[in-house]
């Protein structure tokens, strides 16, 4: 029988091989069952269709000032100020363009859903 957290592994590594977000809707499925103030996290970027943008090997958030220069391949990677402003790591270019960069695709939204947590609880640490 797999651990608890084994299983979490397992699913995390689903969200990073999966383009799309089925293995995201399954995992919030997941904390769903056990009450984890992560699924309704999930659920809340999955009706937004937030995914990060891919730049070759990292994994990118955006947030723009003025989208109609420089952006990401994918506008569903741009997020609102309040959430961005909360990630991290990251670099940031000009004053229009600032980003965060993962190494992976499960990194990127791991960083995401845990902001999303601290804004939904209030938690600013």
């Known amino acids: 029988m797999a651990t608890l957290a084994a299983e979490e592994e ?15 809707a399954i995992l919030a499925d997941w904390y ?17 269709g937030w995914i990060p943008d891919q730049e070759t ?17 994918d506008p569903r990677a741009d997020l609102p100020e309040q959430v961005f402003r909360q ?7 000009w004053s229009r ?3 965060r960069s993962y190494p992976s695709r499960r990194a990127a939204y791991e960083a995401l859903v845990e902001v999303l ?9």
């Not at 990630?87 to 270019?93: A, E, H, N, T, V």
């Open 57 to 73: 090997d990292v994994w990118d958030w955006w947030y723009h000032t003025d989208l109609k220069y420089l952006g990401p391949t």
């Open 97 to 99: 363009y600032e980003w």
């Open 32 to 48: 769903e069952e056990r009450d984890e103030p992560k699924a309704p996290a999930i659920r809340w970027l999955l009706s937004r």
């Open 10 to 24: 397992a699913l995390w590594r689903a969200v990073d091989k999966d383009e799309g977000h089925t293995a995201l």
């Open 117 to 125: 947590v601290k804004l939904a609880t209030g938690n600013k640490t």
């Open 87 to 93: 990630l991290k790591p990251g670099y940031s270019w």
